[in-house]
């Protein structure tokens, strides 16, 4: 039988862009959001090396992706020379800022790691997780977190109690934003290149604290400057689904998904129908209950 591991997505609550380090990456504070919409991955064991298979039909099933890479780095790390097969069925869009495929970084150093008995400590898999890409450290575990960094320095925090029965609706339009691209263009806004620090935390603060009104307020992300700008329709939908009752609404990462709060279940249901009205049926929408 083969093991079977559910690969969850994240929208960032705040991302704040703080500079441009030496090494060409840039400083960011961040706040992950754990979203229960999954991929699923699937791991044996036998054969040579690393062998891929995708449900989707865009994806690369060589070191071009991913999953591949993490399990080759995984197979190589562990001293391990026995192969494996893995199949990833597709469910999160690509290219939508919601960390789908570095989610499938992660659960593939964890199922490798359990498939093969737990050969490699946690610290080694988190070492693994930063050569791998920013966000790969995030879904190593399962709470929020606030990062740092690139966004592989992780501190986990407590589930968000003030959110607990309240919905998230998230839309992607159907194109992609490169995350190469929006983070060239922050030097045409230096005030989005370089935020002030703290502002992460203090979001985290009011969560924890239980005041969803005040957190919704201070949700923010830097790379919103570029991408409102080349695509103003992203801008369309957040005024859409504030005037549809979302209490707070913000493109995740580097897009193009938007995502929004409803107070509960009901309401943003009841959203649905009447943005797509405005904007068409072709987009990915999903509403999950929190």
Not at 50 to 70: E, F, Q, Y
Not at 133 to 146: I, K, T
Not at 150 to 171: K, T
Not at 209 to 237: Q, T
């Amino acid at each position: 039988m083969p093991l079977v591991r559910r690969s969850p997505c994240k929208v960032n609550l705040l991302l704040n862009i703080l500079g441009r380090r030496p090494d060409g990456f840039h400083e960011l504070e961040t706040l992950f959001f754990p979203v229960p919409l999954e991929d699923e991955l699937r791991f044996a064991r036998g054969g040579d090396g690393v062998v891929l298979t995708c449900s989707h039909p865009d994806l690369p099933l060589d070191s071009g992706n991913l999953v591949h890479r993490a399990a080759t780095r995984f197979l190589e790390r562990a001293g391990l020379r026995e192969g494996v097969r893995i199949h990833l069925e597709k469910h999160v869009p690509l290219a939508a800022g919601l960390g789908g495929g570095s989610g499938n970084a992660a659960q593939t150093l964890l199922g490798l790691n359990e498939l093969f008995g737990t050969p490699l400590e946690p610290g080694t898999l988190d070492e693994l997780a930063a050569g791998l890409g920013s966000d790969v450290n995030f879904f190593l575990q399962p709470n929020p977190a606030l990062a740092w960094g690139r966004g592989e320095r992780i501190e986990p925090l407590e589930s968000f109690a003030c959110l607990h029965g309240c919905a998230l609706l998230l839309y992607h339009p159907g194109f992609g934003i490169s995350t190469a691209w929006a983070y060239k263009e922050l030097a045409r806004f230096p005030d989005a290149l370089a935020g002030r620090p703290g502002r992460a935390r203090e979001l985290a603060a009011r969560l924890v604290a239980g005041d969803r009104d005040g957190a919704m307020g201070l949700l923010y992300n830097s790379l919103e400057a570029p991408a409102l700008e080349k695509h103003p329709v992203l801008a369309l939908y957040q005024e859409t689904f504030r005037d549809l009752g979302a209490m707070g609404t913000l493109m995740s990462g580097s897009g193009s998904t938007t995502f929004a709060f409803f107070p509960d279940r009901k309401t943003a249901d009841a959203a649905v129908a009447p943005f797509e009205a405005a904007y068409g049926t072709a987009g990915w929408l999903r509403v999950v209950g929190l």
